[in-house]
C-alpha cells in the first residue's frame, strides 16, 4: 500500500545551521515527488518537485530510490523558513495518479 | 486572480445535519480536489475531478457527495454529519494534473460537528 513517512514532526534549528527534513514512501512505482510548505496565515502552497531538480529558496531534495527516500536540504536556516512542511508524492490510486501527503514537519528556525 | 477561494472559513454543525462546502476556482483548471486534514495528519483526498461532469473518489469518501456541473466549481456536500468529519477540508485545482502539475489550494474551510 501507498504510504509517506515524516518521521519529525517538530524540528527546531539555528539560523545558519544547516536543516535536513526527512521523507521516505513506500510504492512499487516511481513516484513523482513534491514538497508542499504552509507558512503561518498563507496558504498550502508549492515549494518543490523532483523532476525539476530545482533549488527553491535555498532548499533542494536528494531522491534516493534505493532507500525511496526524498529528503529536504538547506545549508543555512533562515527565519522566514519557519513553516510546516508535507512531503507528497505523486503515486497510483483508484486508477488516477494523485497527491499523497505525509503528516507534515513544523520547522521552527531560532533567532 | 483570486485563485482557489472556499467558502464558509468556519462551520459548526450538530450531528445529523447537513451543510455544502463551496469551493471555486478561476483559472480554468480542469482537475479539482478536495481534501481533508486531521489534526496531527497529512492530506487525505476525499473526491476529485479531472473536468466538468467527472468525478471520482480518493482514499476517503465515505459521508461525501461531490458534483462538478461546471469547470469553476467542485461543491462537496456533507449529508448526515458525524463527529468524525470534523476536520479541516482543503480545495485544489490543477491544470491537467500531469505529473509535473502544482496544485493551488483554497485557505480551507474548518468544519466542527457536535
Known amino acids: 500500500a501507498q504510504r509517506v513517512t515524516q518521521p519529525e514532526k517538530l524540528l527546531s534549528v539555528f539560523k545558519g545551521a544547516p536543516v535536513e527534513l526527512k521523507c521516505n514512501y513506500s510504492y512499487s512505482g516511481s513516484p513523482e515527488l513534491f514538497w508542499y510548505v504552509q507558512y503561518s496565515r498563507q496558504r498550502l502552497q508549492l515549494l518543490l518537485r523532483h523532476i525539476s531538480r530545482e533549488s527553491i529558496k535555498g532548499f533542494t531534495a536528494d531522491l534516493n530510490k534505493g532507500e525511496t527516500s526524498f529528503h529536504l536540504k538547506k545549508p543555512f536556516a533562515q527565519e522566514e523558513d519557519s513553516a510546516m512542511y508535507y512531503c507528497?508524492?505523486?503515486?497510483?490510486?483508484?486508477?488516477?495518479?494523485?497527491?499523497?501527503f505525509g503528516t507534515g514537519t513544523r520547522l521552527t528556525v531560532i533567532p | 486572480n483570486a485563485g482557489v477561494t472556499q467558502t464558509p472559513k468556519f462551520r459548526i454543525l450538530k450531528i445529523g445535519q447537513s451543510m455544502t462546502l463551496q469551493c471555486t476556482q478561476d483559472m480554468n483548471h480542469n482537475y479539482m480536489y478536495w481534501y481533508r486534514q486531521d489534526p496531527g495528519m497529512g492530506l487525505k483526498l476525499i473526491y476529485y475531478?479531472?473536468?466538468?461532469?467527472?468525478?471520482d473518489k480518493g482514499e476517503v469518501p465515505n459521508g461525501y457527495n461531490v458534483s462538478r456541473s461546471t469547470t469553476e466549481d467542485f461543491p462537496l456536500r456533507l449529508e448526515l454529519a458525524a463527529p468524525s468529519q470534523t476536520s479541516v477540508y482543503f480545495c485544489?485545482?490543477?491544470?491537467?494534473?500531469?505529473?509535473?502539475?502544482?496544485?493551488?489550494f483554497g485557505p480551507g474551510t474548518r468544519l466542527t460537528v457536535l
Open positions: 507528497a508524492p505523486k503515486m497510483q490510486q483508484t486508477g488516477a495518479n494523485n497527491l499523497f
Open positions: 485544489a485545482s490543477t491544470q491537467s494534473g500531469g505529473t509535473t502539475d502544482t496544485q493551488y
Open positions: 475531478s479531472v473536468g466538468a461532469g467527472i468525478t
